[in-house]
T-cell receptor, first 112, second 113 residues
Framework: DGGITQSPKYLFRKEGQNVTLSCEQNLNHDAMYWYRQDPGQGLRLIYYSQIVNDFQKGDIAEGYSVSREKKESFPLTVTSAQKNPTAFYLC???????????FGDGTRLSIL | AQSVTQLDSQVPVFEEAPVELRCNYSSSVSVYLFWYVQYPNQGLQLLLKYLSGSTLVKGINGFEAEFNKSQTSFHLRKPSVHISDTAEYFCAVIEGQGFSFIFGKGTRLLVKP
């Protein structure tokens, strides 16, 4: 089945540690996105990528980094510089401008 | 600049009653509009979309929405809700040729027995 796979579903970060969230898609969509979701705040864009080897900062990129070496993969690293990383992280893909985004099932990141 | 406003953060309703979740947007160009549903600890699932044509759009699970260009609204409706409709609902917009989606802050629909 075509879809978006986010892993792990739950992740715990220790103080000063970098962690990487995985997002893989087999929909053959060009664009991929990372959102952060906090209660009552909706979805906030962290990074997005329209093509391989290119990505742009979203509204809340500080403390995060991404790479886009393959069309299928768009991993997100939450660095130690992100002081409040506890949130639900959603990966999405998009094919063309008049089509909806498709979402993965999310990764919940917590602080140990 | 684009923005999406969901006027109600929470809507409580009794089972089998009708419901309307409100969404207003601002944009100076043509837009595409979407409603998504999110169940706890899951991603967003598309309910329906407006791209062009008929302003009344039907989606999954018995939901429908009406695009009103003059009022820049895209309200979501269901004539009779079920307990299983309890979830968070998000309205989203994207401008014609863009890649940036703008989401509302969500409305929590709470269906009571």
């Amino acid at each position: 089945d075509g879809g978006i796979t986010q892993s792990p579903k739950y992740l715990f970060r220790k103080e000063g540690q970098n962690v990487t969230l995985s997002c893989e898609q087999n929909l053959n969509h060009d664009a991929m996105y990372w959102y952060r979701q906090d209660p009552g705040q909706g979805l906030r864009l962290i990074y997005y990528s329209q093509i391989v080897n290119d990505f742009q900062k979203g509204d809340i990129a500080e403390g995060y980094s991404v790479s886009r070496e393959k069309k299928e993969s768009f991993p997100l690293t939450v660095t130690s510089a992100q002081k409040n990383p506890t949130a639900f992280y959603l990966c999405a893909t998009h094919h063309s401008s008049n089509q909806p985004q498709h979402f993965g099932d999310g990764t919940r990141l917590s602080i140990l | 600049a684009q923005s999406v406003t969901q006027l109600d953060s929470q809507v409580p309703v009794f089972e089998e009653a009708p419901v309307e979740l409100r969404c207003n947007y601002s944009s100076s160009v043509s837009v595409y509009l979407f409603w998504y549903v999110q169940y706890p600890n899951q991603g967003l699932q598309l309910l329906l979309k407006y791209l062009s044509g008929s302003t009344l759009v039907k989606g999954i699970n018995g939901f429908e929405a009406e695009f009103n260009k003059s009022q820049t609204s895209f309200h979501l409706r269901k004539p009779s809700v079920h307990i299983s409709d309890t979830a968070e609902y998000f309205c989203a917009v994207i401008e014609g040729q863009g890649f940036s989606f703008i989401f509302g802050k969500g409305t929590r629909l709470l269906v009571k027995p």
